[in-house]
């Protein structure tokens, strides 16, 4: 890697005003940046490269990650954090960092917009009211000044919603995981989840302080033997369909090891919830094991189009995570502003059912699109679609290509995914047209084929 340390490339990085492009503008012959190609072998670190390093400067590895990005940055890395210039619909006006173009109408895979709520004219409504009543930000913690009305009448209609007696509300998903898990279990207690679970429920298990395990993915057996001569309390964690894999739980035997040992039982249902269920009450209404878990958790950031996350359950374990979330209590509440543009999403949610009828018509047609194509897609049964690439080296190069054939799709590897899992991650919408999936089909199969991964 150069050592450039005081090069002007963030100068090339914000353009003051991107040039308009459509999706069917020609792509560029070859896109160039003003930053030199990256030297052989950096794309082969990765950010695992600089946890640790040697010396006792705190800052030490600062540089050095910065070295590296500034030459990864353009050749592949760029392709995180496109800003948009619209909103998360099927279609997205993208700006190119490394042309400094916006692209225009490009077919959206990769938000979690998967009822097509975050726009809706109801929820941009409700939004636009509570800022004239409430204006900006809550302005408080949930527990001292930061609670409104409509904060309070959310969490009654989550938990009426999810039929159970109570809900608690957090300032997103991130901190719902990182609260309840810390807020309820100690030093000398056992989590034990699922090893694909999100970074936020280890990052509360790590906080927690109790004796953390993992069992192998969706591995019955493997619980049954990381709980197997634990003495004390308990605590199991999985997800209602998997971030990276669109997969989903085997829920009644796991609830069976988890009575076997005592254990209580803790769903993330980020991804699940209001799509899975007549009802949308997510995977647990799917499966038919609404009462057979303790404690039930989402996220307000994916289908309902919003920000934040709850946890439903009990009186008791809401009362006793009101007082011991420090993500939730030492953290502003949620902007009216947010919680008015929920409250109307969940009632498009309930009041919609087609809506998730849809979704899951448009997840069966891509799923036939791809398997036409010969991709690879894992064991995805969701909205959530992996295209299975495996190629650490060129999963960037491939990205890129797919955006450039007017795909906006992440491309996603380690240590997000395993090493050789590298992946482009696809979300399917209700709101995605026959034409917009069979257009953002077409342009990812020719894509894998040039590289060999379809035929
Ligand atoms: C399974 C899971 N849990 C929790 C979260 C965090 O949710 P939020 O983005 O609302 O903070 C995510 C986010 O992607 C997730 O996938």
């Known amino acids: 890697m150069s050592d450039k340390r005081n090069g002007s490339s963030t100068d090339v990085e914000t353009p003051a005003q991107p040039a308009r492009l459509t999706a069917s503008s020609p792509a560029p012959e070859r896109v160039t940046s003003e930053a030199p190609p990256a030297a052989p072998g950096a794309m082969e670190y990765d950010y695992t490269n600089f946890y640790f390093g040697a010396g006792e400067d705190a800052f030490a590895l600062l540089a050095p990650f910065d070295d590296w990005w500034r030459e990864v940055k353009p050749a592949g890395y760029y392709l995180y954090e496109l800003p ?194 007549a009802n949308g009450r997510g995977i647990v209404e799917d499966q038919g094991m609404e009462d057979e878990v303790d404690i039930h958790l989402g996220t307000f950031s994916k289908s309902l189009g919003g920000q934040g996350g709850y946890i439903a359950g009990t009186h008791q374990l809401v009362n006793y995570l009101r007082g011991f979330s420090r993500s939730r209590f030492f953290s502003c509440a949620l902007s009216p502003a947010v919680v008015a543009g929920l409250r109307a999403a969940l009632k498009l949610a309930r009041n919609e059912p087609e809506l998730r009828t849809r979704l899951w018509d448009n997840v069966s047609t891509m799923q036939g699109l791809l398997a036409d194509g010969g991709v690879p897609i894992g064991d995805s049964t969701s909205q959530v679609i992996p295209i299975m690439v495996r190629d650490d080296a060129r999963i960037f190069q491939i990205g890129e290509e797919i955006f450039r054939e007017g795909v906006f799709i992440n491309p996603v590897k380690y240590p997000a995914v395993g090493k050789h899992k590298s992946r482009v991650r696809m979300s399917i919408s209700a709101a995605h047209t026959k034409e917009e999936l069979e257009k953002g089909a077409d342009a990812i199969i020719r894509v894998l084929r040039r590289y060999g991964i379809c035929q």
Not at 134 to 146: D, K, N, V
Not at 207 to 233: I, M, P, Q, W, Y
Not at 266 to 272: F, G, K, L, V, Y
């Open 84 to 277: 948009l210039h619209s909103a998360p619909s099927t279609t997205v006006d993208v700006e190119d960092t490394k042309t400094h173009e916006v692209r225009s109408g490009l077919v959206n895979f990769a938000s979690y917009n998967y009822l097509g709520l975050s726009y809706r004219p109801e929820v941009k409504e409700a939004i636009k009211s509570a800022v004239d009543q409430y204006g900006g930000g809550a302005s408080g913690s949930p527990i001292l000044s930061g609670t409104t009305e409509i904060h309070r009448r959310l969490s009654e209609e989550i938990a009426d919603f999810k039929q159970k007696e109570a809900a608690l509300i957090f300032p997103t998903g991130y901190s719902a995981n990182v609260g309840t898990i810390a807020g309820l279990m100690r030093s000398g207690d056992l989590v034990v989840a699922d090893q694909y679970a999100h970074a936020s429920i280890v990052d509360g298990m790590i906080l927690s302080k109790a004796t953390s395990r993992f069992f192998r993915h969706n591995k019955v057996e493997d619980l049954d033997r990381k709980l197997s001569g634990f003495e004390g309390k308990k605590l199991v964690i999985i997800e209602g369909v998997y971030s990276m894999d669109g997969d989903t739980p085997p829920l009644a035997d796991i609830v069976e090891v988890c009575r076997k040992h005592g254990a209580r039982l803790m769903i993330d249902e980020a991804h699940s919830a209001f799509v899975y269920g």
